[in-house]
């Protein structure tokens, strides 16, 4: 099933590199695709035949997109399962529905507009954070402004890591998209730059906090 989301997934999918292959029952749905992915197939995915001829063993990753109708969904979840797939993922919108394709053979559920609404929940709930990913468990990854005192202070010299809890991952300038990875101890941190930190999310909130 290749809607919005799936379309959204497919180009990030080839940016990345990855070898892809999309099924739909809908022509129109993938005809824009065509050029773009390894190989585009038009079949109704809950025919077990048509699965068959697709090869399901290949795949490293399937995911199965179908948002609108729940029961095809399941149904190819658990026909793909069965016929070898090593990696299935599915959509769901409700916890129920997460609960019936995890029982029916998906290995991962995504929920991805409950996970972007959660995602910008969080970003706007804090003062002075710049983006956040969500990571599993209580912990994410934060990109924020340097406190006042770490400024012109090596990552050493502040003691970040043993004094507020939290690992900088990686540090760019402002309005700069190159972004210095896993910075050595001795780097200055200058005011201006963004630091990307992972941390526990309770951790994160009382850091946030302290620069209200």
Known sequence: ???????????????????????DSNEDHIRDMFTKVNSARVGDCTNVEVLKSLGIRNFDVIIVCIAEDFQNSLEVTNLVKELGGRHVISMASRDIQAKFLLRNGADEVIYPDKDIAEKWAERYSLDNIFDYIDLPGPYGIYEISPLQEWVGKSIRESNIAAKYKVSILGIRRSGDEEMNIMPSADYVIQDKEHLMVMAHNDVAARLLDTRK
């Not at 099933?1 to 099924?23: A, Q, S, T």
Request: glycine share 14%.
């Open 1 to 23: 099933g290749v809607g919005k989301f799936g379309h959204h997934l497919v180009n990030k999918l080839l940016e990345l590199d990855n070898e892809v292959m999309i099924i």
